[in-house]
């Protein structure tokens, strides 16, 4: 595991980490939990704070940035390869799929799912049991279906992030 540890990164036993895991700046994650290679998670003037019993797919980024602006992942959790969650609230219980991107300032309440290419727009909230269909843009509070993504549009969008790391 690459590790640039700040001040406080907090990782039990139970927790099993990929070695090529990259972890920048202040982390807590609880007991077994699951990261696997690839994953990003990186902070600045704040914290990622991880539950227990979370699965971390392949390749999945997680950013808190900004004073007062962490990134919450509740227990029982599964954020699937590839996903983005950025400057987010994810309650218990929640399924976040391949490639699925949670923008700055929203929370994904209990027992939710996001499919597959899902993007969930800055400042929306997803409300409990609700599921969030594939390839479809997501906005308000609550949530709902703003526009349809085409794969040419995902591409563009992995482009952007790839640009931003």
């Known amino acids: 595991m690459k590790k640039n540890l700040p001040k406080f990164v907090v990782i039990p036993k139970s927790t099993s980490i990929h070695p090529d895991t990259i ?10 939990c699951t990261v696997q290679q690839g994953a990003k998670i990186f902070t600045r003037d704040n914290m990622v704070i991880v539950g ?5 797919g392949k390749n999945v980024n997680i ?5 007062g602006r962490k990134t919450f992942v509740g227990n ?12 987010a609230c994810i309650a218990d219980n929640v399924l976040i799929e391949k490639n699925a991107i949670v923008m ?3 929370f994904i309440s209990e027992n939710s799912i996001i499919h597959t290419g899902a993007i969930i727009a ?7 049991g609700q599921t969030c269909k594939s390839n479809t843009i997501y906005s308000g509070n609550p949530a709902i279906p703003i526009g349809k993504i085409s794969m040419n ?13």
Do not use: H
């Open 52 to 56: 227990r019993n979370v699965s971390i």
């Open 76 to 87: 029982n959790t599964r954020v699937d390869d590839g996903a983005r969650v950025l400057n």
């Open 23 to 32: 972890i920048n700046g202040e982390f807590i994650i609880g007991e077994n």
């Open 122 to 128: 800055p400042n929306s909230v997803v409300r409990s």
């Open 153 to 165: 549009m995902n591409d563009r969008i992995d482009d952007v992030f790839d640009m931003a790391s």
């Open 63 to 67: 950013e808190a940035y900004g004073k």
């Open 104 to 106: 700055k300032n929203c």
